[in-house]
């Protein structure tokens, strides 16, 4: 039999600059001190101060390293933030699915997804600030972990499991579901820091898992 040579596969073409592969790359590169002490001052400023009040040297100057570094890996004001919520809400995605091992029953799924959800954003208010004031609606498309299949995948699959099974609302989409979820808990964490509430969030966790069940199962 003759063998015929195998054309070699085409080279990837190169991450486009501000892409999210290209950040990655970056990223990947910059000291984990450094990244901690930027994301940090990101969190401090921006929720503390309107978007356009904060500049590239205010963030420099918070973590301690210079204007050139900050320029290095991000480029931009805007670049920045996005960068640092896909960095803090990736977190929030490895811990999700770790929290969904093992566990078969729709309503407990989405009321650990609540748990998980719930707690998180109650021990991160200043990302919650950040997210939800900072960043207008109109850019949230600039973030990527909102497309991310890992954070998307485990959210929508709880959902679509649930519609498929029978157990939560199928008159509308699974995505629709989410809008819901995050809706609700959005709000709901975003007025507990504005009225400085006291109390942790997870003290009502059942009351609020009941209003959630209610608004979202097939029931």
């Given amino acids: 039999m003759t063998a015929y040579p195998v054309a070699p596969a085409p080279d990837a073409a190169p991450a486009q600059p501000n892409s999210k592969p290209h950040r990655s790359a970056l990223l990947s590169q910059m000291r984990s001190d450094t990244q901690a002490r930027i994301e940090k001052a990101v969190l401090a400023l921006?929720?503390?101060?309107?978007?356009?009040?904060?500049?590239l040297i205010d963030v420099a100057r918070a973590a301690n390293v210079?204007?050139?570094?900050?320029?290095?890996?991000?480029?931009?004001?805007e670049v920045l933030v996005y960068t640092m919520l896909d960095v803090m809400l990736g977190r929030l995605a490895e811990r999700m699915i770790d929290h969904l091992q093992g566990i078969d029953d729709v309503r407990e799924r989405l009321r650990k997804t609540c748990w998980v959800t719930l707690d998180y954003m109650d021990k991160h208010p200043a990302l919650m600030l950040l997210m939800f004031t900072a960043v207008p609606v109109s850019r949230h498309k600039n973030i990527d972990i909102y497309e991310s299949p890992e954070l998307m995948g485990a959210f929508l699959g709880v959902f679509k499991d649930g519609q498929a099974r029978g157990v939560l609302n199928s008159q509308v989409s699974s995505k629709v579901l989410?809008?819901?979820f995050m809706g609700m808990i959005g709000r709901v964490v975003l007025m507990h820091i504005v009225r400085e509430e006291k109390t942790p969030l997870t003290d009502q966790f059942n009351e609020l898992f009941q209003?959630?069940?209610?608004?979202?199962?097939?029931e």
């Fill in 66 to 77: 210079s204007l050139q570094t900050i320029y290095k890996y991000f480029g931009s004001k």
């Fill in 46 to 55: 921006f929720s503390s101060r309107d978007f356009h009040e904060v500049g």
């Fill in 211 to 218: 209003i959630l069940w209610r608004a979202m199962s097939a």
């Fill in 178 to 180: 989410l809008d819901v």
